[in-house]
């Protein structure tokens, strides 16, 4: 009775009724006292006295940014619309900070600037759903390109900035893009490329002419004086898209193949955003410190998100630094930091210096914060909250660390189990969702590894799954009959994991600095493999498949003879041989990767 009376508070006080769905409520309502009169064992009673309170405040979050989806769905708004109600509130307070220049950028004048785009993309002839790439490091003139195209419909393709030659060009052609607009510093990039690109392309730099040479080879026009020549008053256009329309794409990384374009609709946009600010107790006055690139989700949807839609002020950096990261944050007096993947233990393995003791920062925003570095990340920097979650940008089963557990990227309901609905699944050998005599997806039991699913339901905006530009792609990620027969769930993957390259290779010298050498033309520095074993040949099945199971198993422990296994030493920049006092170095972790 205790968990009914405090769900239903929280539904009273919200007003949440009109929100929600008749199956989403009856779940909501209902489910818990069936669960408490049908499971009624002193396990189950322990479980729901130790999740209870977790769960009711993630339980109120959820329903906040449910009730604001709802309403934003009924009056068709767009994130351009948010966006100009937030200038509104505080037109003069700074809302982008370049950390590069010291520019700082009111919310009225990136609105203006957002203005002067919508414009151009006009002039230029395009329409509704035209796509223009946009490739350039981080710098607030990304989030007023992609802001401003989607006043006027035109979506944006945020290429990381890392990609060369066949990854870029695939990205630039898999978006369909009519223009690409491009930031001066990769002028090189471009001009590799710049004959493989369709005729059609129009091409567009921003920013000092340092190449003047590689420039005047290309057909392209400078975007800098057309912007100061565009006015700053809102265009004479009505949008037609609405909250569930796109918005703009973000790419996959790419290390388990080429990058896939994620498509990112108006609504999912203020979903990731409103989550991070609802859960992990943000304040309007917040400065956030985002050195995370804004071709990534993180950085433009959660770090961008929370300045657009909540008026946060955000410190834009153009790189990571390890070094210059607690002196910016005091610099800008910042009270949230984002991280991601290895920032933080990047972190502690700088020496110490005065500035991370006279910082502000209250909470740490991110994920991939691993349980061997977070108790000494926390106390060493005085991190008051770890707001630590786990998410794709396409995903729709997204959790998060709402009560700062150390080491967890989020949970599971065991006693609200219908009001998100999720599953952590078993998985074969060969990858493959493991089914049960009916058909149906086998839980995973407390403690077992597993694939996270998520189902799918088009008609609520917290289960969609707007997928990919390519369909088949798309189709490759959704499993039917998981939770229950005729269903759909979104498929969370092994995606993201990048580590050894598995060679064929016969006699002959193999040369390690050459392959090295075309390996960083080709992909980004997060997709080189850190190890390399030259094998007589690689295993595959009966239908000539590769065996990637048997390879990951093995690893890169040295496999006799017969083979070759190397790894990329991060201090001498080359491929070293495994011997086995190094592998056990590497597995006691003396040696950095």
Known sequence: MQLMSAVIVILSVLGAVKLLSLPWLCCLAVGPGLLLARRTSRKFIHVALRTIKRDLMCLAVILRVRFSMYCHLRSRSTIPALFAWTVTQHPDKPALIYEATGEVWSFRQLQERCHAVAHWALAQGWAEGDVVALYMESQPLVVALWLGLS????????????????????????????????????TEAVSEVSNALQPSMVLFSSGEQQEEMKLCSLHLHSLDPLMARAPTHPPNYTLRKDFNDRLFYIYTSGTTGMPKAAVVVHSRYFRIAAFGFHAFGLRHDDI???????????????????????????????????????????????????????????????????????????????????????????????IQRVGEFYGATECNCSLINIDGKVGACGFNSRILPGVYPIKLVRVQENGELLRDAQGLCIPCLPGEPGMLVGRINHSDPLRRFDGYTDQDSTNRKIAHNVFKMGDSAYVSGVEGKAGMAAIAHQGGQFDLDAFLIAVKKALPSYAHPVFLRLMPSVHTTGTFKLQKKRLQREGYKPQGTSENTYFLDSRTGRYEAITDELYQAIMEGKVRL
């Open 288 to 382: 956030i410190y985002n050195s995370l690139p804004l071709y990534h989700s993180a950085g433009t949807i959660l770090g961008v998100g929370l300045c657009l839609l909540f008026g946060l002020t955000v410190v834009v950096r153009r790189k990571f630094s390890a070094s210059r990261f607690w002196d910016d944050c005091v610099k800008h007096n910042c009270t949230v930091i984002q991280y991601i993947g290895e920032i933080c233990r990047y972190l502690l393995a700088q020496p110490v210096r005065p500035s991370e003791a006279h910082h502000s920062v209250r909470v740490a925003l991110g994920n991939g914060l691993r349980p061997s570095v977070w108790e000494e990340f926390v106390q060493r920097f005085r």
């Open 151 to 186: 006043m006027v419909g035109v979506e944006a393709a945020l290429i990381n900035h890392n990609l060369r030659r066949q990854s870029l060009l695939h990205c630039v052609g898999m978006s369909g893009a009519r223009a690409l607009v491009f930031g001066t510093e990769l």
